[in-house]
């Protein structure tokens, strides 16, 4: 599935992206700018067609990923060019992925590895799982 995801990515199909997450799945972009909350299909898929509108040649690259139980975590590099000057735009994150039943149940975003590390940690040793609309 995390395979799947890459090239949905890669490619900027919506319809694989969503293929990947559950219905009632949790992606939380905040640690990025203009980051937010979504949960859903409907309000994930507007989160990456933002994106991919703001970032149309947005590319990704797994540079390194490592899963424990139901916990995958991930450093990735995006790469694109900025909106308003064109110059090459490079960001390394950390995504922390949690799958059950061979979908994406959440999915958080980090800037900061050593706060993403810190969570997958926590999250794999049987911490509290990701928050949930109620």
Request: hydrophobic share 40%; proline share 4%; aromatic share 8%.
């Amino acid at each position: 599935m995390i395979a799947r995801l890459v090239t949905a990515f890669a490619s900027h199909d919506l319809e694989a992206i969503l293929a990947c997450y559950q219905h009632d799945a949790f992606l939380d972009t905040t640690g990025l700018p203009g980051g937010g909350h979504a949960y859903g299909h409907g309000a994930i898929r507007s989160a990456y067609s933002e994106i991919f509108s703001i970032l149309p040649e947005l590319k990704a690259s797994v540079l390194a990923e490592r899963t424990r139980g139901r916990f995958t975590l991930r450093q990735v590099s995006y790469e694109g060019r900025h909106p308003a000057s064109e110059a090459p735009l490079t960001l390394t994150a950390s995504e922390l992925l949690e799958v059950d039943d061979g979908l994406i149940a959440s999915a958080r975003l980090y800037l900061d590895a050593a706060e993403a590390e810190r969570e997958f940690d926590r999250l794999s040793a049987g911490g509290t799982a990701s928050p949930r609309r109620p």
